[in-house]
């Protein structure tokens, strides 16, 4: 079996805005010897569960190494010797809250020397920010020239999927079958700029967001339903109307896009403690962000999720592994519709584990093998192979996955 872990990353410390942490400026902290051994030690210090101070203490610990090699190092060896990564970058130079000590650029540059050093076994993705005046000729480069696999976005840092700032982007991944991850759970990284009374207008549906607090805000440019706006032309078309002077609306339909974390654990549980009422529609359907990622999977045949981090909380796995079983057994009988989406859904979702995170639950390689073991081999290897193989498919170096 090759093993692919499809959502993985490698920045440091110095990849991050100084100001990410208000109550801890990262300049001072990447210079002072007294805050590198809290670093080190703040999951030891602050273990609560699932306390977002314990997400932010984790993330800080994992990432201060002194280059990306040294991270990629440690999540390579607790794989068996074939296991492939796809290793997503992130740009927050345009989230407000200060410049990260080494420029995004560099951050790529270090990857691509990365990649030619461990060639098939490393996938960068280079990330694509709407505001980054030179996303679209540095998204070409670096998988044009650099080796680079896919795209990641990432839209809690302040801008929506469907931007037409992308779009050029967009028909350069359609025409290659470039793969495209969206970080879509609500997390520790968001945008901090002021929220605007235009800000609070989504682009689409005129709908007005009242949250005070940003962290809160900005789940809102990360809702899975937005992909909805991006790949019906229709509803893209009212976006054209308001922002593009009424352009005609592209066909992306066939982007093939992964929301990454399956819109994270904790939609899984409001899917699980929010009952059935016969006499309602649709509940608990599309009253969380797990159901609204399902329901894009059996509309559109490109649209994939993974269970990065997700999967560090074992309260989820019953529910992933009956998932794939009911896929399993409908691509074995009589297609109903209601098969036909079973068996679709078993097959776009991917491994990953979004290694900064699950390091806070377990050890990365007790939380594969637990979920491995719990799901069973078969369907480990739908996940952890055949998917991703669809997935990463492209037609520029479609070499490295084999």
Wanted: hydrophobic fraction near 40%; proline fraction near 4%.
């Amino acid at each position: 079996m090759n093993i692919y872990n499809c959502h993985t990353h490698s920045f440091t410390l110095d990849h991050v805005p100084n100001r990410l942490f208000k109550v801890l400026p990262l300049n001072f902290a990447r210079k002072t010897g007294f805050f590198k051994w809290l670093m080190k030690n703040l999951p030891r210090i602050f273990k609560r569960g699932n306390d977002i101070l314990d997400r932010y203490a984790s993330l800080l610990a994992l990432i201060n190494e002194k280059n990306q090699e040294e991270v990629f190092e440690k999540v390579l060896n607790s794989y068996p010797k074939g296991t492939k990564f796809v290793s997503l970058t992130m740009d927050m130079e345009h989230m407000s809250a200060g410049k990260p000590a080494v420029p995004f650029i560099n951050q790529l540059e270090e990857l691509a020397a990365l990649k030619k050093k461990y060639k098939d076994i490393l996938l960068p993705f280079v990330c694509a920010d709407a505001r980054n005046e030179n996303v679209t000729e540095l998204v070409k480069n670096f998988i044009l020239n650099k080796g680079f696999h896919g795209i990641k976005l990432y839209p809690a840092l302040g801008y929506y999927v469907f931007d037409y700032r992308l779009h050029e982007i967009y028909h350069f991944a359609i025409e290659n079958n470039i793969p495209i991850i969206a970080h879509c759970a609500k997390g520790v990284i968001y945008d901090r700029a002021k929220i605007t009374d235009t800000a609070r207008i989504h682009p689409v549906t005129g709908q007005i967001f009242n949250e005070k607090k940003k962290r809160n805000f900005t789940t809102h440019y990360g809702d899975p339903i937005n992909l909805e706006y991006l790949l019906n032309t229709h509803k893209l078309q009212i976006y054209m109307d308001k922002f593009c002077n009424g352009a005609k609306a592209p066909d992306f339909s066939k982007l093939k896009i992964c929301l990454a974390h399956f819109g994270g654990d904790d939609e899984w549980g409001k899917y699980l403690n929010t009952p059935w009422n016969p006499l309602a529609n649709n509940l608990p359907e599309n009253t969380n962000w797990f159901s609204e990622i399902r329901d894009l999977i059996y509309k559109y045949d490109n649209v994939y999720s993974d269970i990065s981090f997700s999967l560090a909380n074992e309260k989820i796995f019953p529910l992933l592994k009956i998932m794939l079983e009911e896929g399993r057994i409908a691509a074995n009988g009589n297609i109903t519709e209601e098969e036909k989406n079973k068996k679709k859904l078993r097959e776009r979702i991917l491994f990953g584990t979004d290694y900064f995170l699950v390091e806070q639950k377990s050890t990365e390689r007790n939380l594969v093998v637990n979920l491995r073991a719990f799901i069973s081999d078969r369907n480990f290897i739908q996940i952890a192979e055949k998917n991703p193989k669809e997935f990463l498919s492209n037609k520029i170096n479609n070499k490295f996955v084999v």
